[in-house]
């Protein structure tokens, strides 16, 4: 079973910023494109930004210009630099691959409120 431990969620303010990490096990990492996803209650969890064993990077239009991705090859790690942030970016944020895993971690919430 892929390990997948997420940090770095908590209440913001509106407009505030927030850095996501998760660690997970090496192989997956090397070998696999990574993403970050979010899910808010009563809907379907959704893709917010992905990234290649490249380097490449995608993101969902709602986000774009205000989150980054990146990898940090020396730990292991996928990273969510979020920016900006509004209400509608509240939810608990996920790592995994893309495609999506079989399993996920417990994920780390985000709370953008006044």
Same mark, same amino acid.
């Given at each position: ?6 940090? =770095?969620? =908590?209440? %913001? ?11 997970? &096990? ?35 239009? %709602? %986000? ?7 990898? &940090? ?38 709370? %953008?409120?006044?």
């Amino acid at each position: 079973q892929v390990q997948l431990v997420e940090s =770095g969620g =908590g209440l %913001v303010q509106p407009g505030g910023s927030l850095r996501l990490s998760c660690v997970t &096990d090496g192989d997956i990492f090397e070998t696999s494109a990574m993403g970050w996803w979010r899910q808010v209650a009563g809907k379907q969890r959704e893709l917010v930004a992905g990234i290649s064993t490249g380097g490449y990077t995608n993101y969902r239009d %709602v %986000v774009k210009g205000r989150f980054t991705i990146s990898r &940090d090859w020396a730990e292991k790690r996928v990273n969510l630099e979020m920016n900006n942030l509004n209400i509608g970016d509240s939810a608990v944020y996920y790592c995994g691959t893309v495609p999506p895993p079989d399993s996920w971690g417990r994920g780390t919430e985000v709370i %953008v409120s006044s």
